[in-house]
């Protein structure tokens, strides 16, 4: 009994030996520099940091995208590139996904590593180090990534919890503080929105009927709603206009404080980003930031922050930022057949031995169990 005992045990251990054999981690220890020296003599976050200047140079507007997109995949199940994943019900398809772009250049940046070093640069790293460039390219400054993510398995629409626009300040706070950020971090994030643009259907109602109200949102300057009132019209068309979310008009493509400077002057766009400059817990931090030259210092640390959070879910290198690799789906299901083939092979082995002891052992032993057992 005690032979078989063992033998069971030692069956258990090798299925939880195989189940961690099988699923690296998406909690990697993060650290600057993960890829030095593992893509050959190739420098890792320059060749993804070609990629974002070319298409920087082309496109300027993919710096929002990607800032938005590192957003969207580390608030929900940790940095792990699950926004990426197509399908018909993954987060993508979320309706806050709404015009979350840049996916394409995620592509070319991880098609170039690719050719290089296949099968060793994380989509999530991507994320994080294209994001980092395209701050740096817009005037924010170039802090150092944490690199050495795994990308997650698992994208579904059903576990996007992004805050919505109307968010009022103690909902933000806690929905940051659940992902261990604090009332600081989410003051300083939401400082992304120093460049890009939101479409007016996120706004609308501050322009018009706030809250019911018959009224425009009494926060806003009454000169930028009456501007904001002819780029969004308050009638039905199927047209969405867009504006900037930073409305100083020489800074609203840079990654710096001006957009703290123009909340404060009652020119937020979104309803959240108004109400931080207004709130007694946030107000203090807003002015603070507004009036200081280390915008870019302090944003970079709170991006970094950002991305360390983790789900510690399983989880691999994909091939395409697209799709799970599918030999990792085949592999996986082989594994486990063979796995448990073997298991079973040890525990009928364990059983013949014990069988064997039983029928050839001395028979004082036999007796013993015999009497054990009852
Ligand atoms: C309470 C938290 C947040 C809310 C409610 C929020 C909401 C929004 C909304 C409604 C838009 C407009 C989208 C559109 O019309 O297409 C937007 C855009 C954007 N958000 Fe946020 N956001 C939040 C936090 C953040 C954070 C933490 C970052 C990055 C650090 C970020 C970066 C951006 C950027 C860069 C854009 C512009 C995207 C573009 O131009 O393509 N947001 N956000
Ligand atoms: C975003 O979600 C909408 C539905 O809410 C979907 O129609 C759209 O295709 C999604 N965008 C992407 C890029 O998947
Ligand atoms: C927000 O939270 C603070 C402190 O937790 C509380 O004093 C305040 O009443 C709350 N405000 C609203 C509008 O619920």
């Known amino acids: 009994m005690a032979t078989l005992r063992a033998g069971a045990a030692l069956g258990l251990a090798l299925i939880g030996l195989v189940l961690a054999s099988l699923s690296g981690s998406c909690h990697g220890a993060l650290q600057v520099g993960f890829y030095n020296g593992k893509c050959r003599v190739s420098d890792v976050e320059a060749i993804v940091a070609g990629v974002v200047a070319a298409r920087f140079s082309k496109d300027p507007t993919v710096a929002p995208a990607l800032l938005r997109m590192q957003f969207h995949d580390c608030f929900v199940t940790g940095c792990d590139a699950s926004i990426l994943l197509d399908g018909k019900s993954s987060e993508k398809t979320a309706l806050p996904n709404l015009s979350v772009k840049g996916y394409d250049v995620i592509d070319s940046a991880k098609a170039a590593v690719e050719t290089i070093c296949p099968g060793v ?22 802090y150092r990534v944490e690199t050495g993510r795994k990308d997650g398995l698992v994208s579904l629409a059903s576990n ?100 703290y400077k123009q ?51 399983p989880g691999e290198i994909r091939q395409s930022c697209r799709a799970i690799n599918t030999a990792r789906r085949i592999t996986m ?34 007796a013993n169990r015999r009497i054990m057992e009852n």
């Not at 640069?121 to 170039?142: E, F």
């Not at 007694?280 to 009036?291: H, L, M, N, P």
């Not at 298991?343 to 032993?365: A, H, P, Q």
């Open 263 to 313: 909340i404060l002057a009652r020119r937020g766009i979104l309803q959240i980003d108004q109400e931080i400059a207004l709130d007694r817990q946030t107000k203090d931090i807003v002015g603070a930031i507004a009036g200081r030259l280390d915008f870019s210092t302090r944003f970079g640390e709170a991006m970094v922050k950002l991305g360390t959070l983790q789900n510690g879910a």
């Open 160 to 259: 996007v919890n992004l805050p919505p626009p109307s968010i009022s300040v103690n909902d933000s706070i806690a929905a940051f503080a659940q992902k261990g950020l604090t009332v600081s971090d989410m003051v300083l994030l939401l400082g992304g929105h120093t460049i890009g643009i939101a479409h007016c259907s996120l706004f609308q109602d501050r322009l018009y009927n706030y809250q019911n109200t018959g009224k425009p949102d009494p926060t806003m300057d009454p000169s930028l709603a009456s501007a904001l009132r002819s780029t969004c019209p308050n009638k039905q068309t199927n047209v969405d206009n867009i504006v900037n979310l930073d409305q100083d008009p020489l800074s609203s493509s840079i990654v710096d404080n001006s957009f």
């Open 333 to 366: 299901v082989q594994s486990v057949a063979k796995q448990l083939n073997m298991i079973v092979e040890i525990l009928f082995g364990v059983m013949f031995m014990t069988k064997r002891k039983f029928t050839y052992g001395d028979g004082k032993n036999f």
């Open 121 to 142: 640069v994380s989509c999530a790293d991507i994320i994080v180090m294209a994001t980092r460039d395209a701050v740096s390219l817009s005037g924010g400054g170039r």
